[in-house]
């Protein structure tokens, strides 16, 4: 029986565009921008900032000497959270609504500077914030670990006190639903196109 759903944030709740924020470094004057971002994950101090290996100060001098004299780390900061588009209305309302039913939870491979902006805001946009909508929340650089790493989901199930075998996990990447499987999580993919609401239906019922 399903008491739980945990979800992903990036291509599940909120839409997102790599080639954005390529292209935004890449105006920037970052040397091979594309070559830090993966299909689902980062690379270099990218990665280090999602798994809180780095503090995000860090993190902007490790990017600086790879970008023009003077870049301020505003415009970094703008840069990168390019890769957001934003949180449709319909996915917070359908949020709500299943937490009427089911204890409703986050797990994000994500950073503390679009955490504490972009991320915030697009919450908050139909007037909750991100803890009405969620019964709990797991970060990456909080949990000092990245999906699909197994660290990071013993990590949620320990912090959330959910029962993996009774929590229904949605993602976009089969990596990560294939290493939450193995600990015996129920798993949903959400590929593009689809809504996880409609997924939720189909898997249910």
């Not at 980062?42 to 600086?64: C, K, N, T, W, Y």
């Not at 609504?97 to 139909?126: C, G, H, Q």
Request: net charge negative; glycine share 6%; proline share 4%.
């Amino acid at each position: 029986m399903i008491k739980n759903l945990l979800f992903d944030l990036g291509g599940v709740i909120m839409d997102i565009r790599k080639e954005r924020c390529v292209e935004a470094f890449e105006a920037l004057g970052l040397k091979d921008a594309s070559g830090y971002f993966g299909e689902f994950s980062q690379q270099g101090p990218f990665m280090a900032l999602e798994r809180g290996d780095i503090s995000v100060a860090e993190f902007h001098e490790a990017l600086r000497p790879n970008l023009p004299a003077g870049t301020s780390d505003e415009a970094i900061d703008a840069a990168f959270c390019r890769f957001l588009i934003g949180i449709p209305a319909h996915r917070l309302r359908a949020l709500e609504e299943l937490k009427a039913k089911y204890n409703v939870y986050l797990l994000s491979n994500t950073n503390p500077i679009m955490w504490d902006s972009t991320i915030r805001t697009e919450f908050e946009k139909d007037g909750h914030d991100r803890e009405y909508y969620f019964d709990g929340m797991v970060t990456s650089f909080e949990a000092n670990s990245l999906k699909p790493e197994e660290k990071i989901f013993r990590y949620t199930a320990d912090t959330l006190g959910i029962d993996p075998a009774e929590t229904l996990f949605f993602d976009d990447s089969q990596a990560n639903l294939d290493a939450a499987a193995k600990l015996g999580f129920k798993t949903a993919l959400v590929a593009p196109g689809t809504e996880f609401v409609d997924i939720l239906h189909n898997t249910v019922e």
